[in-house]
């Protein structure tokens, strides 16, 4: 697939496809410590974090995720056979596959996690079948998007009686967004140690809906809004949204090579502001992905 794009005037030296797995050559681990009694954060030692990755399949495994693919239907309140249909269309566009392209998304995700300071990285079923493992400062995520390498330390200085922290929620879709309302979004959120004293908290704050609910509309804690950029959304062309959206208005193969096409040559002309330097090399890699997409 050939992508042109007229206004392509500011490009930068892009990390190509065959270097990324070369730079996740770093085993992932989780640092697991028990935290019966969740610490102070005015103590003089600084707070556990942990990214919390919600339900993420094996991408390799695309036969099992085809096999669940009604549950995800469900799941998301969609009709059955939607997630199979817009992942065979896929398939049938690209010679790289739906599941090719999402495990490179999550490899990039996932170095991106191991490179937040402060901060160990845990599966959202560990965490359910041990919740003793919390930490002080929890940051629900799915796994493509990002977080700002100092994050941790921002969210160290809020009072100790805050429960739930937001942040400005930045959407990428090949040009930065900033949204404008306080709402919880995919990952701008943190949920703090006075949160976690119902017992059933990690099902309230883990999906970004329920999160909201208790931060906004509920009020069952106390919380309070930074002003700093700590979190990007990744809107991408494999997005379930985002082609859900692309093939309401122009089906089938056409839909999601245009949906590829704007995505990569919104990347290639976009820069982010100062305060999301951090997110420059992720967005360069998923454009890089997405423009070496060749159709079939």
Known sequence: ???????DLALVAWTPISKINE???????????????????????????????RQSPNWKDGTSILDAAEAYDRLIGRPIGFARGFIELWNKTFATTYFQVRQILKEITLANFMSVKGANYVRLNALLEKPEIAAD?????????????????ELEGVPV????????????DGAFFLRKDTYCYT??????TPAQRESNWIELYAQHGGADACFHKR???????????????????????????????????????????????????????????WSEPLAAQAVELFASLKTR
């Open 137 to 153: 400062i929890i940051l629900f995520s799915d796994d493509d998007d990002w977080f700002s390498p100092v994050i941790v330390q």
């Open 187 to 192: 990952n701008n959120y943190a949920v703090l």
């Open 161 to 172: 009686e805050i429960g739930g922290v937001t942040w400005p929620s930045v959407r990428y």
């Open 1 to 7: 697939m050939v992508v042109i794009c007229y206004k």
């Open 23 to 53: 730079k996740m050559t770093r085993p992932l681990f989780v640092r697991w410590r028990r935290n019966s009694g969740l610490r102070h954060r005015n103590s003089s030692s600084p707070p556990q974090a942990h990214i919390v990755l």
């Open 219 to 277: 009020a069952v804690i106390k919380t309070t809004q930074l002003g700093s950029l700590l979190s990007v959304t990744n809107k991408h062309p494999a997005s379930t949204v985002t082609i859900e959206k692309m093939l309401a208005q122009t089906p089938g193969k056409d839909g999601l090579v245009q949906l590829v096409d704007e995505y990569v040559c919104r990347g290639r002309v976009n820069r982010p502001v100062a305060e999301l330097q």
